[in-house]
């Protein structure tokens, strides 16, 4: 039998780049261990992995029962501070199909050492420390919390995933929130699994494969020609190639949360690995849904998308009432949509596979994400309207890296009328037509149509949401400013609004206006977010004592400080990862300020134009004097939503520009 192994995005396969490291015996922790890390990626780290190391092997005993994956981890961490204690504090959250034997966890031991006289003393964890939940029908919960930890102590934990060889591979994970020290991972796969393997992240291990030749002994139940089992099993010898796989690694830096991006998993350096086929008859290979169509076909055919969508007979009235309720397809559509929102409760179940039928989520009002939107494509079919599904991965899932029905986690419709198509999701109360929620926001979707490959749609919105302020107010001798503020907001940027403050009163918001832009006194507050459809309106009367610096009776105002206390998000020296402004999005202001009788205007900062590259965004500043009034006007635009790494600098610099533009004064001066 040939072996065979795909390659993808694996372009330094055999070069050592991070070292080599050795396996650690459990149990062996010496003074050594204790020793402090002077490498500079370790200082002022809560907590470091000395040594960590995953292991796959496949195991067959039983023909009838087939092969099982026996996956290991081992952890040896140091905790330096109080913050790093977290680390005793373990969850593992096991995935398993519901038509296959579910995941178990097995061989679980935790030890914590504490160096005490220049001797190590050991506390092991009790096996009735290991608590075990059922989280749902597909994933069950497994926590432990290692014994008497403290600063200053290393811990110790193994533990063995035991799944069936038809499910996945975890992640082979060498970067971590803490840095590690060690890394090593060896594979062991049978030849008649075909894998195709990928890298994710910026760091580069020294990754070695060979071809072993190995032995499993197993047993079979001898038959009757009428295919009936004798009491006697048969054993016979099976020789197969594997591959073994060997990862490498040392002094890897931690992976640290930054701004802007979408899920900070996607860009954790691992390798991934994908189950593409199988071929235990020689020449005889199964293919196991490895592209797109394939898992479209699949999805059409199994009861997540088939059976729902053609099961709809108790809709029949809503959709009697949709026909005729509007003869014109655009407000029969917008109907509808305003309907399922505003109806059913969504589970906060982001799942893309329906656990109960569409009739009882129809009698309960209340589902999951796919549930919703499946009625919701299935009254606008009735009502004769084009609507397709179409399956996201949301931020909080990830990227999927290759075509996998487990890589979706949310489904949402896509409605065409005329030329026009619109992504909905009913779920989100607070989204007007057309809008979807920040966290589906996340590379693209794929939608299914029956007979039809999977189309790629993309999911970030073209309009810009925009938030727009106009403010005036009049400069006072002693320093004070009070003025009038209006602010509009539109886009995804109302739907965060009314997200963020749903369920707040009318004072609440107020009051976390008055703490966000520093003022001393506001009055005459008004609010207007009720109306979905149009943009979210705040007014306000306001005073700042304070508000300008006074030098030798010459005054020092920066104009659109009372406007925000916004900073440059972007600190960072190096970023290895994308910058995800989640959404196009415009944000201007413009001031007026009146200034006081007696003074005239001595200075203004000069008007401005940055650009970004590639038609990324852009940013104006304005300053005009009329009369006794100064205008400043200032517009960032940002029209590229997901912006490589390589331009990182380049955005920093921008950003670190329009800051300093917004920290140039007006001088006023006593006229002559």
């Not at 080599?20 to 890390?37: N, R």
């Not at 975890?170 to 195709?196: C, G, H, S, W």
């Not at 599904?389 to 909080?396: A, D, G, L, Q, Y």
Request: proline fraction near 4%; aromatic fraction near 12%; include cysteine.
């Amino acid at each position: 039998m040939s072996y065979k192994f795909n390659y993808f995005l694996l372009l330094i396969l055999l070069v050592p780049f991070l070292g080599i490291s050795q396996e650690v015996e459990i149990g062996k922790i010496d003074k050594e261990f204790f020793e402090p890390l002077q490498d500079a990626i370790y200082k002022d780290e809560a907590a470091v992995i000395l040594h960590k190391y995953q292991e796959v092997t496949f195991y067959i005993e039983d023909w009838e029962q087939g092969w099982d994956t026996y996956q290991k981890v081992h952890k040896v961490i140091k905790i330096n501070s109080k913050e790093g204690l977290d680390q005793a504090n373990v969850s593992l959250l096991l995935y398993h199909k519901s038509d296959a034997r579910k995941r178990r966890l097995e061989s679980v031991k935790a030890t914590t050492y504490t160096l005490k006289d220049g001797k190590v003393q050991k506390q092991r964890m009790r096996k009735d420390a290991i608590f075990e939940k059922e989280v749902s029908e597909e994933s069950t919960e497994f926590s432990f919390v290692l014994p008497s930890v403290q600063v200053g102590d290393i811990i110790e934990y193994t533990y063995t995933v035991v799944t069936p060889a038809s499910d996945y591979i975890n992640d082979i994970v060498y970067q971590e929130d803490i840095p590690i020290k060690n890394f090593n991972a060896t594979l062991e796969i049978p030849e008649m699994f075909i894998y195709r393997r990928y890298t994710k992240g910026s760091l580069k291990p020294d990754i070695k494969d060979e071809l072993r030749l190995t032995s499993a002994r197993l047993s079979y139940d001898q038959k009757t020609s009428f295919g009936t089992k004798t009491h006697k099993d048969k054993t016979t010898t099976m020789r197969y190639n594997e591959l073994v796989t060997t990862i490498n690694a040392q002094d890897i830096p931690a992976l640290k949360e930054e701004p802007y991006i979408n899920n900070i998993n996607n860009y954790r350096s691992s390798l991934v690995y994908e189950l593409a086929a199988t071929e235990f008859n020689k020449g005889v290979e199964e293919d196991l849904a490895v592209t797109w169509d394939g898992v479209t076909k699949y999805l059409l055919g199994n009861s997540i998308l088939g059976k729902p969508l053609s099961r709809t007979g108790f809709l029949k009235e809503d959709i009697v009432r949709f026909r005729e309720s509007a003869t014109n397809l655009n407000q029969r559509a917008k109907a509808i949509y305003n309907y399922v929102r505003d109806s059913y409760n969504w589970d906060g179940k982001g799942i893309s596979y329906t656990n109960s039928t569409l009739r009882n989520v129809y009698k309960s009002k209340k589902g999951n994400a796919a549930e919703i939107n499946l009625i919701l494509i299935d009254l606008m079919r009735g009502a004769g309207i084009q609507a397709q599904p179409v399956m996201i991965s949301t931020k909080k899932n990830g990227v999927p890296i290759y075509p996998t029905l487990d890589g979706f986690d949310y489904l949402v419709a896509a409605v065409q009328i005329d030329k026009e198509r619109v992504l909905l999701d009913a779920t989100e109360k607070n989204a007007s037509w057309g809008q979807l929620p920040e966290r589906v926001l996340n590379w693209e979707g794929r939608m299914i149509k029956d007979g039809q490959p999977a189309e790629v749609v993309k999911l970030y919105p073209s309009r810009h949401a925009q938030s727009q302020i106009v403010a005036t107010g009049t400069v006072s001798t002693d320093g004070s400013l009070r003025g009038s503020y209006k602010q509009r907001l539109s886009g995804n940027l109302a739907l965060g609004f009314r997200n963020d403050f749903e369920n707040a009163s009318l004072d609440e918001v107020q009051e976390s206006f008055l703490r966000g832009l520093s003022l001393e006194e506001i009055s005459d507050f008004s609010l207007q977010k009720d109306e979905i459809e149009k943009p979210v309106q705040i007014e306000a009367t306001f005073y700042r004592d304070s508000a300008f610096d006074i030098i030798e009776d010459a005054f020092y105002i920066e104009p659109l400080s009372v406007l925000t206390k916004d900073e440059n998000p972007f600190k960072s020296n190096n970023r290895y990862f994308p910058i995800d402004f989640n959404y196009p999005f415009r944000t201007s202001a413009q001031v007026s300020l009146s200034i006081p009788e007696g003074y005239v205007v001595s200075q203004v900062p000069e008007n401005s134009k940055l650009e970004l590259p590639e038609g990324m965004g852009n940013y104006v500043f304005r300053c005009t004097v009329s009369g006794n009034a100064v205008q400043v006007s200032s517009t960032l635009t940002i029209n590229a939503v997901i912006v490589p790494s390589s331009f990182y600098w380049t955005i920093k610099e921008f950003y670190s520009k329009m800051f300093l533009k917004l920290q140039e004064k007006i001088v006023l001066k006593i006229a002559s």
